[in-house]
């Protein structure tokens, strides 16, 4: 099979298909911020408790600081390299960052108190952190970073699944997970398109954000959000590379392309 490599610009991985002919684009909207989907449902989904392990999914790191605040004094910086932070304090509700948007879509949170592996305490902004571990390494065989992602969160269950035959396919496969999730594969003469249909309950549309964004992308990326649909859609500066989220017949659809 073909290798796609998908570029994981955190740890210095790289996708090295050719890039020549594909954008994408969809309507941006100018309704007011959907801090819903970002705030309300995070506890419940993400299961914040004194003594959990969350880990950091940002490329640059995020800095610990001695206060719950962007202008508290700095520690240290922890960097997306897999190392554990363990849970010292709940971020207060009352006390909210926005650290980023994309188009009308905020990417908010609390300040969490954690301690390092090193025994450094400070706070970190909870936006970019998840309760899964970031993928530091290629070491289980699939062809995209995305579903070997996905692996480690559940177990991939029986064999992939040949996509049946349809014009311009040249393979395709999906591969199903204990969890109900299911990673869809198709490469095309054209580029390549990954599909990852989740569990509604799994991730928030802006954990799925910030677990799935740096998997796909190696460089800096441009978004828009149509607030009806709550779907976030990205792509590279280019616009070879593209990806998006939305909330859709009961599953969170996210889906990536690329051009060969």
């Not at 970019?128 to 699939?142: A, E, I, V």
């Amino acid at each position: 099979m073909k290798q796609i490599f998908i570029g994981l610009f955190a740890a210095g991985l790289f996708w090295a298909c050719k890039q020549d002919n594909k954008t994408a684009s969809t309507a941006a909207s100018n309704a007011k911020p959907d801090v819903a989907a970002t705030t309300s449902q995070s506890s419940e989904i993400r299961a914040l408790k004194i003594g959990g392990v969350l880990y950091v999914h940002t490329p640059g790191g995020l800095v610990l600081r001695k206060t719950p605040s962007k202008d508290g004094e700095k520690i240290m910086n922890v960097p997306l390299d897999g190392r554990p932070l363990t849970v010292l304090e709940l971020p207060d509700p009352s006390n909210q960052y926005v650290a980023e948007k994309i188009g009308s879509f905020e990417v908010s949170g609390g300040w969490v108190k954690v301690r390092t592996e090193g025994g450094q305490e400070g706070y970190l902004f909870e936006g970019y952190l998840s309760r899964f571990p970031p993928l530091t390494k290629m070491d289980f065989g699939q062809d995209s970073y995305v579903e070997g992602f996905y692996a480690h969160i559940s177990r991939p269950k029986g064999e992939r699944k040949p996509l049946p035959e349809q014009p311009g396919l040249i393979e395709g496969y999906r591969q199903e997970f204990e969890d109900g999730a299911v990673f869809q594969f198709e490469y095309y003469e054209g580029g390549v398109t990954h599909h990852l249909y989740l569990p509604a309950d799994k991730f928030t549309v802006q954990e799925a954000l910030v677990l799935f964004r740096p998997l796909w992308f190696k460089g800096k990326t441009k978004g828009e959000y149509d607030a009806a649909a709550k779907k976030i859609t990205l792509t590279d500066v280019d616009g070879y590379q593209y990806m998006s989220i939305e909330p859709k017949n009961g599953q969170l659809v996210l889906e990536f392309a690329a051009a060969d």
